[in-house]
């Protein structure tokens, strides 16, 4: 569960850093934000690595997740548009995010019925 946790702190981190970068056009004490931001990130995903998640799991998540979430969250703060197209393409970031999730899962269980 740890790692999960690891993991949110990962995908919030880098979402905090990706959406200072428009915000330090404007004000650039947002830079000092998008530094720290990407390096908690970083901290973060090893952390969840470290406690035994799967690479392909953590990234696939971690990556899916911030495209999904940043553009949201663009839309509210920035007032970025957010097409029906890509409103799609979000919900097939989720679908394949459950997907990865459901797979590591399977493989984990598989993986200990033959051990």
């Known amino acids: 569960m740890k790692q999960w946790i690891f993991l949110v702190g990962a995908i919030v981190s880098e979402v ?17 934000i ?11 995903l ?33 007032k970025e548009p957010l097409t029906a197209i890509m409103i799609i393409g979000i919900i097939v970031i989720i679908i394949g995010v459950l997907m990865i999730e459901l797979g590591s899962q399977a493989a984990n269980k598989k993986e200990k019925r033959n051990a």
Do not use: D, Q, R
């Open 34 to 44: 998008v530094a720290v931001g990407y390096a908690a990130a970083f901290i973060f």
């Open 46 to 78: 090893t952390k969840a690595l470290k406690m035994g998640m799967a690479l392909g799991v953590a990234y696939g998540i971690w990556g899916a997740s911030g495209v999904a979430l940043t553009a949201v969250l663009s839309n509210l703060i920035f």
């Open 16 to 32: 905090a850093a990706t959406l200072s970068l428009k915000a330090g056009m404007e004000n650039p004490l947002f830079y000092i």
